[in-house]
């Protein structure tokens, strides 16, 4: 449910609570109403009262035989000689008193003698004479009610009226007519409030009901859930591939004890593969983000079993999520070769076996945003190498292909390439054609590079005219030394104290790695120049694909081969047998091999099975100060070497390590 609906839900809940209180208190208020309303006072229930016990003490006056009435309170009327005359009467319930004539009526005059006895003595006992009774009726008035004055504070300070205003029949009329309008109306408002009650509520249920299977895939298949979907299962699987030890005790102390080789080891972190994307594929060729340490993104080529997938896959690594990939971009054709701007962290540039340069957007989809024609404006061959070069504000994609062309391109225009040179070679038999497999520039150096071609051979090529050479390739000064396809080439980064930055690494399937020193730019040959290398790496047992010198230590570089191993060598220790050699994965070939840009410690490896091994070399990615001088001693140790066993240029006599 998204957000504005269950604003609408909570809106509807609020208003059916308001109408619900606003009942209640109407309720309320006319049960107070009704309580307030004006009853007997108090002080006219106590007269009631009084007047109801002064009715009854009479009566039982009456019945205990004492006198009928005061004389006093019946005015014109003569004192009785005697009250003896009433003993044996009795007050009827009408109020009228009547003779009895029961026997009991002499027990009670003998009674009253024998009283008036008692109380005087010097009385003398004589008969009674009692005479012959008649019955007589008479009527008994009650007595005026006594006036009870209650003290009031009103009494003060308002006038009392003495006359009650008199009402008139038609405002009685219109009094009650007024009073059976405010009932209905009363009646209609609680009426409406009941139906607007029951509305809501039905809203609220028609709002979180249950979905139809139709609704429901229709939400499901909308762009906007997929995105949701998409981003937030993204963040919640970085969380949860945290290897942070979140319960760690640091109050327990670790083991003294080290093993003897840590620091010697490489530590698989991480193996990045996803089925759907890496099923039937090999990876092409990695890199690191430059801008994001854990960030890498592997090019795949084609999986020829699955028809409606597109034939090229990119895609980009997170080491804070395992399970799939961060983005995934299509290709028509397979990805040969990829690599990370470095100027813009967004943008994605791969070269395809058809010959396109594509260039996709992390912010975009996953088409490119950008490709090149397929036209002979630029490449029509395999793209198997490319390269940035130039600075933030002036900087050109460098792109070659097999065919022995090498294009220049701006990054916001691939329409057509900027510069093309063709790369030819007089010598070559057939074919002028100089077939490049690999390329690289030195630091710093943006108009030479360096070649890897398919027969063997390393050219040195320049995309201007420059002093004492022309554009286009140098085809005298000629790199001999591998006896077949140059897989890898890479030039010493410009880091530390001592410059090496004209030492290059070239990997072959011929089994070996070669060390080279680029000749001077300054000094061109003018006659064909056969360049030895100065050192060779003899230990594989399979193909060479690939060759890294560390971006940290001036000594170290890594391989691997097509048995699956990946070897760190450091020429100051040692020259002939790699100091860590570790069989990656199934032991599938291993293609690219790539360092991470912010401290060397980490490599990416490519594997043939799709899967994209990410390894940590540990504390041998930390240089010491001495290491630059070492290699300045190696290194002339090696050519020392050479000169001693008659190595010269021109000589194709190599010196051989470790076999």
């Known amino acids: 449910m998204s957000d504005k609906r269950r604003a609408e839900i909570e809106a509807k809940r609020a208003k059916l609570a308001e109408l619900r209180k606003a009942r209640a208190d109407r309720q309320r208020a006319e049960t107070e109403r009704r309580q ?30 004492g006198d009928l009435t005061p004389s006093s309170s019946l005015p014109n009327t003569p004192p009785r000689p005697s009250t003896n005359l009433l003993h044996g009467l009795t007050l009827s319930p009408s109020g009228r008193v ?52 209650i003290y009031n504070k009103e009494v003060q300070t308002t006038a009392i009226e003495t006359e009650t205003p008199q009402i008139s029949e038609n405002e009685i009329r219109q009094q009650i007519m007024r009073e059976r309008e405010l009932e209905a109306e009363r009646i209609a408002q609680d009426k409406e409030l009941e139906e607007e009650s029951v509305q809501l ?4 249920e028609e709002e979180i009901r249950e979905l139809t299977e139709e609704e429901r895939s229709h939400i499901l298949s909308a762009p906007e859930f997929l995105d949701f979907v998409e981003q937030s299962s993204k963040i919640v699987q970085r969380a949860l591939n945290d290897g942070y030890d979140y319960i760690r005790d640091y109050t327990i102390g ?5 093993d003897d080789s840590e620091g010697k080891r490489v530590k698989r972190i991480c193996a990045f593969y996803d089925e759907r994307y890496g099923k039937n594929r090999s990876i092409t060729d990695i890199d690191w983000s430059p801008k994001y340490p854990e960030l890498s993104v592997a090019s795949y080529n084609k999986n020829p079993a699955a028809l409606n997938e597109p034939d090229g896959i990119v895609a980009v690594w997170n080491l804070h999520l395992l399970d799939r990939p961060e983005f995934v971009f299509h290709s028509q054709s397979d990805v040969l070769s990829v690599t990370f701007s470095p100027f813009h962290s967004n943008l994605v540039f791969g070269g395809t076996y058809s010959g396109q340069i594509l260039l996709w957007d992390t912010r975009s989809k996953h088409l490119p945003v950008l490709k090149t024609p397929l036209s002979a404006a630029g490449h029509t061959h395999p793209v198997y190498a490319m390269q940035m070069v130039g600075t933030q504000n002036a900087h050109n994609l460098i792109t070659s292909s097999t065919d022995g062309t090498v294009c220049s391109w701006l990054v916001d225009m691939l329409a057509q390439p900027q510069e093309t ?16 497999t690999t390329l690289d520039f030195p630091d710093n150096e943006t108009t030479t590079f360096w070649v890897g071609t398919e027969e063997g051979n390393v050219y040195q090529a320049n995309r201007y005219d420059r002093a004492g050479a022309k554009a286009g390739l140098n085809q005298y000064d000629i790199y001999k030394g591998h006896a077949g396809p140059v897989m890898g080439l890479h030039f010493h980064p410009l880091v530390g104290p001592v410059d090496f930055s004209d030492l290059f690494l070239t990997a072959s399937v011929d089994w070996t790695v070669k060390l080279w020193r680029a000749k001077s730019l300054a000094k061109p040959s003018t006659a064909a120049h056969a360049i030895s290398p100065i050192y060779s790496f003899d230990e594989a047992d399979d193909y060479v694909y690939d060759v890294k010198w560390h971006p940290a ?16 060598w450091n020429l100051n220790t040692d020259t002939e047998v790699p100091i860590v050699s570790t069989n990656v994965g199934s032991g599938r070939a291993i293609n690219k091999l790539q360092w991470d840009r912010k401290d060397g410690r980490r490599a990416a490896l490519g594997g043939s099975d799709g899967k994209l091994y990410v390894y940590d070399i540990g504390d041998m990615a930390l240089p010491r100060e001495s290491e630059w001088t070492d290699l300045q001693k190696t290194v002339a140790g090696f050519i020392g070497g050479a000169q001693a066993n008659g190595v010269v240029d021109g000589d194709a006599t190599r010196i051989v390590a470790g076999r």
């Not at 509520?201 to 609220?204: G, L, P, S």
């Not at 040179?421 to 490049?436: D, R, S, Y």
């Not at 230590?553 to 760190?568: I, K, M, N």
Request: glycine residues 12%; without cysteine.
């Open 36 to 65: 307030a309303e004006p009853g007997p006072s108090s002080g006219a229930r106590r007269d009631v009262d009084d007047l109801v016990n002064q009715l009854v003490g009479s009566r039982s006056g009456l019945d205990t035989g």
């Open 98 to 149: 009547s003779r009895q004539s029961d026997v009991g009526s002499d027990k009670v005059s003998m009674g009253t003698t024998m009283v008036g006895m008692m109380e005087h003595v010097d009385r003398v006992l004589t008969p009674r004479f009692i005479p012959d009774l008649i019955d007589v009726e008479q009527e008994l008035f009650e007595l005026p009610q006594r006036e009870r004055v």
């Open 201 to 204: 509520e039905k809203e609220i």
């Open 254 to 258: 670790t083991e003294a004890n080290g």
């Open 421 to 436: 040179l063709e790369l030819i070679h007089a010598g070559h038999n057939k074919t002028g054609e100089v077939a490049i």
């Open 553 to 568: 230590h001036p000594a170290l570089f890594g391989t691997v081969d097509g048995s699956g191993r990946f070897d760190v």
